[in-house]
Nanobody
């Protein structure tokens, strides 16, 4: 069965950086599109970035343009979210997900458990 496990979250000061990992099992990360999402308290889940099976990226959130980057290490079967210049508004639980499609679809059906990112001084 497929699994997605996020890690790398934690407490970071404003302006700092974190790299989140999404480790996949049960499938190869270059077989399907993988997306990163986040959910802040009291707010709906927000799409951030997606990487397609071919390696192209799709941005879902204007608020992270120029600060966040999605990447993939096929040998480690892991997708990453590099987050730079972090702001308190980035505080949220971050999730990775796949729709089991090669392209970055609108709907994602398979989710990890999430990892908490807190940006505070």
């Amino acid at each position: 069965q497929l699994q997605l496990v996020e890690s790398g979250g934690g407490l970071v000061q404003p302006g700092g950086s974190l790299r989140l990992s999404c480790a996949a099992s049960g499938f190869q990360v270059d077989a399907y599109a993988i997306g990163w999402f986040r959910q802040a308290p009291g707010k709906e889940r927000e799409g951030i970035l997606c990487i397609s099976s071919s390696g192209g990226s799709t941005n879902y959130a204007d608020s992270v343009k120029g600060r966040f980057t999605i990447s993939r290490d096929n040998a480690k079967n892991t997708v990453y979210l590099q987050m730079n210049s972090l702001k308190p508004e980035d505080t949220a639980i971050y999730y990775c997900a796949t729709s089991l499609r090669s392209y970055c679809a609108r709907v994602y059906n398979y989710w990890g458990q999430g990892t908490q990112v807190t940006v505070s001084s």
